[in-house]
Protein backbone atom coordinates (compact mmCIF):
# COMPACT_ATOMS: atom_id res chain seq x y z
CA UNK A 1 0.00 0.00 0.00
CA UNK A 2 2.51 2.73 1.48
CA UNK A 3 5.55 2.43 -0.88
CA UNK A 4 7.25 5.32 0.74
CA UNK A 5 10.43 4.06 3.25
CA UNK A 6 9.26 3.90 6.66
CA UNK A 7 12.63 6.57 7.91
CA UNK A 8 10.92 8.96 5.68
CA UNK A 9 10.54 11.32 8.52
CA UNK A 10 14.04 10.70 9.86
CA UNK A 11 15.18 13.66 11.35
CA UNK A 12 19.38 12.50 11.17
CA UNK A 13 19.67 13.02 7.57
CA UNK A 14 23.10 14.15 7.18
CA UNK A 15 24.40 17.52 6.26
CA UNK A 16 26.40 17.47 2.89
CA UNK A 17 29.23 20.49 3.30
CA UNK A 18 30.69 21.48 -0.25
CA UNK A 19 33.66 23.35 -0.51
CA UNK A 20 37.17 22.79 -1.84
CA UNK A 21 38.67 25.39 1.09
CA UNK A 22 40.17 23.13 3.83
CA UNK A 23 38.92 25.98 6.42
CA UNK A 24 35.41 26.83 5.14
CA UNK A 25 34.83 23.19 5.14
CA UNK A 26 36.17 22.84 9.17
CA UNK A 27 34.57 26.10 9.75
CA UNK A 28 31.22 24.23 8.79
CA UNK A 29 31.24 21.01 10.06
CA UNK A 30 32.04 22.13 13.51
CA UNK A 31 29.24 24.53 13.22
CA UNK A 32 26.82 21.71 12.46
CA UNK A 33 28.08 18.45 14.08
CA UNK A 34 26.90 18.33 17.06
CA UNK A 35 23.25 18.46 15.74
CA UNK A 36 23.57 16.32 12.53
CA UNK A 37 25.48 13.81 10.97
CA UNK A 38 28.20 15.79 8.53
CA UNK A 39 29.45 14.79 5.21
CA UNK A 40 32.15 16.99 3.21
CA UNK A 41 33.17 16.99 -0.61
CA UNK A 42 35.94 18.64 -1.75
CA UNK A 43 35.37 18.15 -5.72
CA UNK A 44 32.19 18.07 -7.74
CA UNK A 45 32.26 14.77 -8.40
CA UNK A 46 32.18 13.88 -4.51
CA UNK A 47 29.48 16.00 -4.03
CA UNK A 48 27.31 14.66 -6.80
CA UNK A 49 28.06 10.85 -5.54
CA UNK A 50 27.28 11.83 -2.43
CA UNK A 51 23.21 12.84 -2.92
CA UNK A 52 21.95 9.82 -2.69
CA UNK A 53 22.45 8.83 0.61
CA UNK A 54 20.08 9.97 2.99
CA UNK A 55 21.45 13.69 2.24
CA UNK A 56 18.46 16.34 2.71
CA UNK A 57 20.33 19.75 3.24
CA UNK A 58 23.62 20.63 1.21
CA UNK A 59 25.92 23.57 2.07
CA UNK A 60 27.91 25.24 -0.74
CA UNK A 61 30.51 27.48 -0.84
CA UNK A 62 29.38 29.67 -3.57
CA UNK A 63 32.60 30.74 -4.53
CA UNK A 64 33.50 26.95 -5.93
CA UNK A 65 31.40 27.37 -8.69
CA UNK A 66 32.12 23.83 -9.87
CA UNK A 67 29.80 22.55 -7.11
CA UNK A 68 27.27 25.13 -8.23
CA UNK A 69 27.20 23.63 -12.07
CA UNK A 70 27.13 19.88 -10.65
CA UNK A 71 24.58 20.32 -8.38
CA UNK A 72 22.67 22.38 -10.51
CA UNK A 73 22.12 19.48 -12.70
CA UNK A 74 21.53 16.87 -9.82
CA UNK A 75 18.13 15.04 -10.01
CA UNK A 76 17.64 14.79 -6.55
CA UNK A 77 16.32 18.49 -6.62
CA UNK A 78 12.83 17.71 -4.77
CA UNK A 79 14.38 16.29 -2.08
CA UNK A 80 17.60 18.27 -1.62
CA UNK A 81 17.56 22.09 -0.61
CA UNK A 82 20.61 24.15 -0.82
CA UNK A 83 22.63 26.94 1.62
CA UNK A 84 24.88 29.00 -0.67
CA UNK A 85 27.74 30.38 1.58
CA UNK A 86 28.00 33.83 0.03
CA UNK A 87 30.99 36.38 -0.40
CA UNK A 88 30.63 39.46 1.08
CA UNK A 89 28.75 41.47 -1.66
CA UNK A 90 28.01 38.67 -3.62
CA UNK A 91 24.72 38.47 -5.43
CA UNK A 92 22.07 36.40 -2.96
CA UNK A 93 19.56 35.55 -5.88
CA UNK A 94 20.89 32.38 -7.24
CA UNK A 95 17.08 30.79 -8.10
CA UNK A 96 18.35 27.28 -6.40
CA UNK A 97 19.35 28.53 -3.41
CA UNK A 98 16.52 27.66 -1.17
CA UNK A 99 18.86 29.96 1.67
CA UNK A 100 22.00 31.64 2.13
CA UNK A 101 24.26 32.84 4.49
CA UNK A 102 27.10 35.63 4.27
CA UNK A 103 30.65 35.32 5.20
CA UNK A 104 31.71 35.99 7.91
CA UNK A 105 28.71 34.04 9.38
CA UNK A 106 27.67 32.98 12.49
CA UNK A 107 27.34 29.46 14.08
CA UNK A 108 23.99 29.53 14.86
CA UNK A 109 22.89 31.70 11.73
CA UNK A 110 23.70 28.62 9.46
CA UNK A 111 22.30 26.03 11.89
CA UNK A 112 18.93 28.56 11.81
CA UNK A 113 19.03 27.99 8.14
CA UNK A 114 20.16 24.53 8.32
CA UNK A 115 17.35 23.96 10.36
CA UNK A 116 14.60 25.25 8.61
CA UNK A 117 15.72 23.49 5.32
CA UNK A 118 15.53 20.18 7.47
CA UNK A 119 11.85 21.18 7.92
CA UNK A 120 11.00 21.69 4.20
CA UNK A 121 12.32 18.31 2.99
CA UNK A 122 10.50 16.69 5.92
CA UNK A 123 7.51 18.66 5.10
CA UNK A 124 7.80 17.34 1.14
CA UNK A 125 8.50 13.48 1.93
CA UNK A 126 5.40 13.71 4.50
CA UNK A 127 3.43 15.03 1.46
CA UNK A 128 4.80 12.91 -0.94
CA UNK A 129 3.76 10.14 1.07
CA UNK A 130 0.25 11.52 1.23
CA UNK A 131 -0.50 11.94 -1.94
CA UNK A 132 0.43 8.14 -2.37
CA UNK A 133 -1.93 7.11 0.18
CA UNK A 134 -4.48 8.88 -0.79
CA UNK A 135 -4.04 7.15 -4.22
CA UNK A 136 -4.40 4.22 -2.44
CA UNK A 137 -7.50 4.77 -0.41
CA UNK A 138 -9.39 6.96 -3.45
CA UNK A 139 -8.82 3.16 -5.34
CA UNK A 140 -10.15 1.25 -2.69
CA UNK A 141 -13.09 4.07 -2.23
CA UNK A 142 -13.87 3.84 -5.78
CA UNK A 143 -14.72 -0.02 -5.65
CA UNK A 144 -15.72 0.01 -2.55
CA UNK A 145 -17.96 -3.45 -3.42
CA UNK A 146 -15.10 -5.13 -3.31
CA UNK A 147 -12.87 -3.44 -0.88
CA UNK A 148 -12.38 -4.85 2.58
CA UNK A 149 -13.91 -2.52 4.53
CA UNK A 150 -11.79 -3.12 7.46
CA UNK A 151 -8.78 -2.00 5.43
CA UNK A 152 -10.51 1.16 3.58
CA UNK A 153 -11.41 2.32 7.22
CA UNK A 154 -7.85 1.81 8.89
CA UNK A 155 -6.58 3.28 5.60
CA UNK A 156 -8.90 6.78 6.54
CA UNK A 157 -7.67 6.61 9.78
CA UNK A 158 -3.83 6.79 8.55
CA UNK A 159 -4.68 9.41 6.37
CA UNK A 160 -6.34 11.52 8.70
CA UNK A 161 -2.77 10.79 11.52
CA UNK A 162 -0.94 11.93 8.19
CA UNK A 163 -2.78 14.94 7.68
CA UNK A 164 -2.49 16.26 11.32
CA UNK A 165 0.94 15.52 11.32
CA UNK A 166 1.60 17.49 7.90
CA UNK A 167 -0.21 20.71 9.68
CA UNK A 168 1.47 20.57 12.41
CA UNK A 169 5.04 21.02 10.50
CA UNK A 170 3.26 23.45 8.12
CA UNK A 171 2.88 25.74 10.95
CA UNK A 172 6.21 25.17 11.94
CA UNK A 173 7.32 26.28 8.79
CA UNK A 174 7.71 30.18 7.65
CA UNK A 175 5.39 31.89 5.80
CA UNK A 176 4.97 31.23 2.55
CA UNK A 177 7.40 27.87 2.81
CA UNK A 178 4.51 25.45 2.56
CA UNK A 179 3.37 26.39 -0.78
CA UNK A 180 6.48 26.96 -2.38
CA UNK A 181 7.54 23.23 -0.89
CA UNK A 182 4.35 21.84 -2.69
CA UNK A 183 4.39 23.20 -5.77
CA UNK A 184 8.05 24.19 -6.56
CA UNK A 185 9.83 21.18 -7.85
CA UNK A 186 6.31 20.57 -9.70
CA UNK A 187 6.68 23.90 -11.43
CA UNK A 188 9.15 24.15 -14.00
CA UNK A 189 9.82 27.67 -14.35
CA UNK A 190 7.60 29.11 -11.81
CA UNK A 191 9.29 32.31 -11.62
CA UNK A 192 9.43 33.23 -15.12
CA UNK A 193 7.10 35.26 -15.73
CA UNK A 194 3.66 34.35 -17.65
CA UNK B 1 -12.27 14.92 12.43
CA UNK B 2 -11.72 12.40 9.69
CA UNK B 3 -12.85 12.71 6.21
CA UNK B 4 -16.49 11.87 6.03
CA UNK B 5 -18.63 10.06 3.41
CA UNK B 6 -20.22 12.68 0.80
CA UNK B 7 -23.63 13.51 2.79
CA UNK B 8 -25.90 16.74 3.15
CA UNK B 9 -24.41 20.06 4.79
CA UNK B 10 -25.20 18.80 8.42
CA UNK B 11 -21.65 16.81 8.06
CA UNK B 12 -20.59 20.56 8.85
CA UNK B 13 -22.16 20.91 12.06
CA UNK B 14 -19.20 20.71 14.00
CA UNK B 15 -17.34 23.08 11.60
CA UNK B 16 -14.26 21.99 9.54
CA UNK B 17 -13.50 22.64 6.08
CA UNK B 18 -14.69 20.56 3.18
CA UNK B 19 -14.45 19.27 -0.87
CA UNK B 20 -17.90 20.27 -1.69
CA UNK B 21 -19.16 18.02 -4.90
CA UNK B 22 -21.95 19.96 -6.47
CA UNK B 23 -22.61 21.74 -10.00
CA UNK B 24 -21.03 25.06 -10.43
CA UNK B 25 -22.82 28.10 -8.84
CA UNK B 26 -24.82 29.60 -11.33
CA UNK B 27 -26.57 32.78 -9.80
CA UNK B 28 -28.28 34.69 -7.03
CA UNK B 29 -30.86 31.98 -7.11
CA UNK B 30 -28.42 29.71 -6.42
CA UNK B 31 -29.23 28.96 -2.67
CA UNK B 32 -26.82 26.01 -2.21
CA UNK B 33 -23.96 27.46 -1.04
CA UNK B 34 -25.63 29.59 1.69
CA UNK B 35 -27.07 26.90 2.96
CA UNK B 36 -23.71 25.24 3.26
CA UNK B 37 -22.39 28.09 5.22
CA UNK B 38 -25.46 27.77 7.29
CA UNK B 39 -24.88 24.22 8.42
CA UNK B 40 -21.99 25.68 10.82
CA UNK B 41 -22.71 29.48 11.52
CA UNK B 42 -22.94 32.01 9.20
CA UNK B 43 -19.79 33.72 7.80
CA UNK B 44 -19.05 37.26 8.67
CA UNK B 45 -16.60 37.03 6.17
CA UNK B 46 -16.02 35.48 2.84
CA UNK B 47 -12.99 35.46 0.77
CA UNK B 48 -13.93 33.84 -2.63
CA UNK B 49 -11.19 32.26 -5.28
CA UNK B 50 -13.24 32.59 -8.76
CA UNK B 51 -10.59 30.65 -11.04
CA UNK B 52 -11.28 30.82 -15.00
CA UNK B 53 -14.45 32.88 -14.83
CA UNK B 54 -16.13 36.20 -13.45
CA UNK B 55 -16.15 36.28 -9.15
CA UNK B 56 -20.12 37.44 -9.89
CA UNK B 57 -22.07 34.40 -9.76
CA UNK B 58 -19.79 33.45 -6.97
CA UNK B 59 -20.51 37.39 -5.05
CA UNK B 60 -24.11 36.38 -5.79
CA UNK B 61 -24.55 33.13 -4.19
CA UNK B 62 -22.40 34.15 -0.80
CA UNK B 63 -22.67 38.05 0.10
CA UNK B 64 -26.54 38.66 -0.03
CA UNK B 65 -29.61 38.32 2.70
CA UNK B 66 -30.42 39.79 5.82
CA UNK B 67 -26.92 39.59 7.66
CA UNK B 68 -24.72 39.94 4.45
CA UNK B 69 -21.10 39.11 5.43
CA UNK B 70 -18.32 41.11 3.55
CA UNK B 71 -16.70 39.92 0.84
CA UNK B 72 -13.63 39.97 -1.11
CA UNK B 73 -12.23 37.82 -3.86
CA UNK B 74 -9.72 36.54 -5.32
CA UNK B 75 -9.88 35.78 -9.46
CA UNK B 76 -8.22 35.21 -12.21
CA UNK B 77 -8.06 38.25 -14.66
CA UNK B 78 -7.51 36.40 -17.88
CA UNK B 79 -5.72 32.99 -18.06
CA UNK B 80 -4.22 34.15 -21.20
CA UNK B 81 -2.89 37.24 -20.80
CA UNK B 82 0.49 37.97 -19.72
CA UNK B 83 0.49 40.28 -17.35
CA UNK B 84 3.35 40.65 -13.94
CA UNK B 85 1.06 42.05 -11.29
CA UNK B 86 -2.27 41.63 -9.80
CA UNK B 87 -4.66 44.83 -10.12
CA UNK B 88 -7.11 45.39 -7.55
CA UNK B 89 -11.08 46.34 -8.30
CA UNK B 90 -14.56 45.91 -7.27
CA UNK B 91 -17.78 44.61 -7.37
CA UNK B 92 -20.62 45.98 -5.73
CA UNK B 93 -19.94 45.51 -2.25
CA UNK B 94 -17.38 43.53 -2.61
CA UNK B 95 -13.42 43.85 -3.11
CA UNK B 96 -12.16 42.16 -5.80
CA UNK B 97 -7.62 41.00 -6.42
CA UNK B 98 -7.14 40.12 -9.76
CA UNK B 99 -3.81 38.08 -10.59
CA UNK B 100 -2.75 37.25 -14.03
CA UNK B 101 -2.30 33.83 -13.81
CA UNK B 102 -2.82 30.80 -11.55
CA UNK B 103 0.52 30.34 -12.44
CA UNK B 104 2.96 30.05 -10.76
CA UNK B 105 0.86 28.42 -8.24
CA UNK B 106 2.97 30.46 -5.14
CA UNK B 107 1.99 33.54 -5.63
CA UNK B 108 -1.92 32.26 -6.62
CA UNK B 109 -1.62 31.24 -3.02
CA UNK B 110 0.12 34.18 -1.91
CA UNK B 111 -2.83 36.72 -3.34
CA UNK B 112 -5.45 34.50 -1.60
CA UNK B 113 -3.83 34.05 2.04
CA UNK B 114 -3.29 37.40 2.06
CA UNK B 115 -6.68 38.33 2.35
CA UNK B 116 -6.34 36.32 5.62
CA UNK B 117 -5.32 37.63 9.13
CA UNK B 118 -4.51 35.79 11.90
CA UNK B 119 -7.55 34.57 13.27
CA UNK B 120 -10.59 34.21 10.99
CA UNK B 121 -12.79 32.24 13.01
CA UNK B 122 -16.31 33.65 11.63
CA UNK B 123 -14.46 33.78 7.88
CA UNK B 124 -15.41 31.25 4.66
CA UNK B 125 -12.38 30.58 2.36
CA UNK B 126 -14.63 29.28 -1.18
CA UNK B 127 -12.63 28.12 -3.38
CA UNK B 128 -14.26 27.99 -6.86
CA UNK B 129 -12.93 25.34 -8.21
CA UNK B 130 -10.45 22.51 -8.23
CA UNK B 131 -11.80 21.04 -11.84
CA UNK B 132 -10.77 24.77 -12.87
CA UNK B 133 -6.69 23.86 -11.01
CA UNK B 134 -6.71 20.67 -12.60
CA UNK B 135 -6.71 22.53 -16.25
CA UNK B 136 -3.58 24.37 -15.05
CA UNK B 137 -1.74 21.58 -13.70
CA UNK B 138 -1.01 18.30 -13.06
CA UNK B 139 -2.74 15.97 -10.14
CA UNK B 140 -0.55 15.66 -8.23
CA UNK B 141 0.86 18.96 -8.03
CA UNK B 142 -2.69 20.47 -7.18
CA UNK B 143 -3.18 18.15 -4.70
CA UNK B 144 -0.09 19.25 -2.73
CA UNK B 145 -1.09 22.90 -3.49
CA UNK B 146 -4.34 22.12 -2.11
CA UNK B 147 -2.93 21.31 1.13
CA UNK B 148 -0.54 23.63 1.84
CA UNK B 149 -3.39 26.34 1.21
CA UNK B 150 -6.02 24.29 3.13
CA UNK B 151 -3.43 24.13 6.06
CA UNK B 152 -2.60 27.67 6.14
CA UNK B 153 -7.26 28.20 5.63
CA UNK B 154 -7.11 26.08 9.21
CA UNK B 155 -4.95 27.49 10.77
CA UNK B 156 -6.09 30.85 11.13
CA UNK B 157 -9.10 28.81 12.19
CA UNK B 158 -11.25 29.84 8.72
CA UNK B 159 -13.28 27.45 6.76
CA UNK B 160 -12.63 26.46 3.87
CA UNK B 161 -14.59 25.04 1.13
CA UNK B 162 -13.36 23.87 -2.02
CA UNK B 163 -15.63 23.26 -4.74
CA UNK B 164 -15.06 20.12 -7.64
CA UNK B 165 -17.62 19.98 -10.21
CA UNK B 166 -19.77 17.07 -10.08
CA UNK B 167 -20.30 16.49 -13.31
CA UNK B 168 -16.16 16.27 -14.76
CA UNK B 169 -14.53 13.64 -12.05
CA UNK B 170 -15.00 9.94 -11.18
CA UNK B 171 -15.56 8.75 -7.82
CA UNK B 172 -11.76 8.30 -7.23
CA UNK B 173 -10.67 11.48 -8.10
CA UNK B 174 -13.51 12.70 -5.37
CA UNK B 175 -12.32 10.40 -2.61
CA UNK B 176 -8.55 11.49 -3.48
CA UNK B 177 -9.05 15.09 -3.19
CA UNK B 178 -11.68 14.29 -0.22
CA UNK B 179 -8.84 13.05 1.79
CA UNK B 180 -7.55 17.01 2.14
CA UNK B 181 -10.28 18.07 4.14
CA UNK B 182 -12.94 17.33 7.20
CA UNK B 183 -15.86 16.37 5.34
CA UNK B 184 -17.11 15.69 1.45
CA UNK B 185 -20.67 17.18 0.87
CA UNK B 186 -22.65 16.53 -2.11
CA UNK B 187 -25.03 18.76 -2.80
CA UNK B 188 -27.37 18.28 -5.32
CA UNK B 189 -28.76 20.69 -8.43
CA UNK B 190 -32.07 21.32 -6.20
CA UNK B 191 -33.99 22.22 -9.35
Known amino acids: ?194 | MSPSDPGDPSALDGGGDALVVAPRVRDATDDRWQALAGAAAPPERVVGVSIGRSPTALRAAWCRGPNEPSCSFVTVADATRSAASASVGTLPGATVTAVPSVRPLSRFAEAITDQLGDREAETVVSVHSITDLLEYADRETVFRFLHALASSVRATRATGYYHLDAVAHDAETVARFGTLFDAVVELDDGR
Not at chain 1, 32 to 58: H, K, M, Y
Not at chain 1, 119 to 137: G, I, K
Not at chain 1, 159 to 166: C, P, S
Not at chain 1, 174 to 194: C, K, L, Q, T
Open chain 1, 1 to 194: MNRTPPDVLATDDAVLVCASDDAVRFRVRRALQREWPVRTAVTAREAVASLGTRISVVVLDDADSGFAAALARREHRPLVEVVGLLERGADATAEWFDASVRKPFEDRELRAAVERLQRRVRYDRLLRRYYAMANDYAGLAARAGEADPAELSHLRERLTEVREELDALAATLDDGDAIDVAVRSFEPGRDDPE
